[in-house]
């Protein structure tokens, strides 16, 4: 398995501002994921971030609004750009291929507020 | 894309009994994967399971692919079990290069001590 660290755990912002949430992992990974938890809702997969190339979107999820970065086999950053208060949710980063496989471990979570 | 429905959607339960929680897909998989989300928010691992049978401690599961369903099986429940249960499938892309998880709508168990 992975220990996965996120910063930070959790955030109140301002509609109109960014964030930019923080992925640690202590090891080197092939995939990282990122998803969405709104609240009460269950998870939806944002975008596959994988190092040395552009991140791949899912249907309704868009580079402008959720920019990503992964410029290692450890980190990536998931940014939440010009926010609204239906941007509130959990968003959570994940791993996989630690062992060469399919399962995927999680972060903490970042529990995100927008006011 | 993929289906993955859960059942029952909601469970209370009486500390000490025991329950089964269901998960259909609608397509074949290349995995599938059982998660506790405690009342923290925190995802816990609980079973990688592509078929087969698993156990562990107080819980085991049983994925039967070629049926396209899973059941997580909960023993002797105690209060820490509470929080939301999820099933999560794995497909590669048409490309074969990436894969994602698609989660179900999850169980909320409920336990009354």
């Known amino acids: 398995s992975a220990v996965i660290s996120q910063k930070p755990s959790r955030d109140i912002c301002q509609r109109g501002t960014s964030l930019t949430i923080q992925c640690q992992v202590d090891?080197?990974?092939?995939?990282m994921f990122w998803y969405r938890q709104q609240p009460g809702q269950s998870l939806t997969l944002i975008a596959t971030?994988?190092?040395?190339?552009?991140?791949?979107?899912e249907s309704g999820f868009v580079i402008d609004k959720f920019p990503i970065s992964r410029p290692n086999l450890t980190f990536s950053t998931l940014t939440v750009s010009n926010m609204s208060p239906e941007d509130s949710s959990i968003y959570l980063c994940?791993?996989?291929?630690?062992?060469?496989?399919?399962?995927?471990?999680f972060g903490p979570g970042t529990r995100l507020t927008v006011t | 894309g993929i289906q993955v429905e859960q059942s029952p959607p909601d469970l209370i339960l009486q500390e000490g009994a025991n329950s089964t929680l269901r998960c259909n897909f609608s397509?074949?998989?290349?995995?599938l994967q059982w998660f506790h989300q405690n009342p923290w928010g925190q995802l816990i691992n609980l079973f990688y399971?592509?078929?087969g049978t698993k156990q562990n401690g107080r819980l085991s599961a049983t994925t039967v692919a070629t049926e396209r369903y899973s059941l997580l099986y909960i023993s002797s429940s105690q209060t820490t079990d509470s929080g939301v249960y999820f099933c999560?499938?794995?497909?590669?892309?048409?490309?074969?290069?990436?894969?994602?998880?698609?989660f179900g709508k999850g169980t909320l168990l409920t336990m009354n001590p």
């Open positions: 971030a994988n190092q040395g190339s552009e991140a791949t979107y």
């Open positions: 090891s080197q990974v092939t995939m």
């Open positions: 999560a499938v794995v497909q590669r892309d048409s490309g074969g290069s990436n894969y994602k998880l698609t």
């Open positions: 397509d074949s998989v290349n995995n």
């Open positions: 994940s791993v996989s291929g630690t062992e060469g496989g399919y399962e995927q471990y």
């Open positions: 399971i592509p078929s």
